[in-house]
């Protein structure tokens, strides 16, 4: 299979991980599975937080390290997973993550390396890392499959926002 295509976005701010997360979230619709990957400390909390303005969730973001899976409404549902934390895939089967990963909502995964496998083919990666200077960011989307590939084209036409 090709290699899909990768586009590269560099931020200078909190504020500016935000909007890209804003102006990705006008693109999303049901059922569709976002999965953050990168260090610690990169942004991926961040960028969930721009993505919950964009679907106009009212509540506030919090990090679910510690539950796993948090849940907001909003103009579709978003399901926030954070695996940092994760022993073993049968926590996430106990909960239950295929009725999350593959329903109405829009489901966004911290730390989505770790369960790749649960993706299946059809998947926006996105990647986050630092760089030299101390507020900036580089953040790759790889779209994994067609449908992603064209989302991600749309959104990178855009661009600069
Ligand atoms: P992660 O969820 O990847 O561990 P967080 O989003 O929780 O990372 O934290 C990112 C930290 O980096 C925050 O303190 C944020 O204010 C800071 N930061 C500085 N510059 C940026 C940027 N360009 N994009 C995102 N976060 C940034
Ligand atoms: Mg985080």
Request: glycine letters at 8%.
């Amino acid at each position: 299979m090709p290699r899909p295509k990768a586009f590269k976005f560099t931020t200078n701010s909190p504020n500016q991980t935000q909007k890209l997360a804003l102006e990705l979230a006008s693109f999303l619709s049901a059922g569709d599975i976002l999965a953050l990957t990168g260090d610690l400390g990169a942004g991926k909390t961040c960028f969930v937080q721009g993505l919950a303005r964009g679907l106009s969730v009212k509540k506030k973001i919090t990090s679910p390290t510690f539950n796993l899976i948090k849940e907001y409404p909003g103009r579709l549902p978003l399901y926030h997973f954070d695996v940092y934390r994760l022993k073993s895939l049968d926590e996430l089967v106990d909960l239950g993550y295929e009725e999350y990963f593959f329903s109405r909502g829009i489901t966004v995964v911290e730390w989505g390396e770790k369960i790749r496998p649960l993706f299946g083919a059809s998947y926006l990666e996105i990647n986050f890392k630092r760089k030299l200077k101390e507020n900036e960011r580089q953040i790759k989307l790889i779209p994994r499959g067609k449908y992603w590939q064209k989302k991600v084209v749309k959104l990178v036409k855009k661009w600069p926002f």
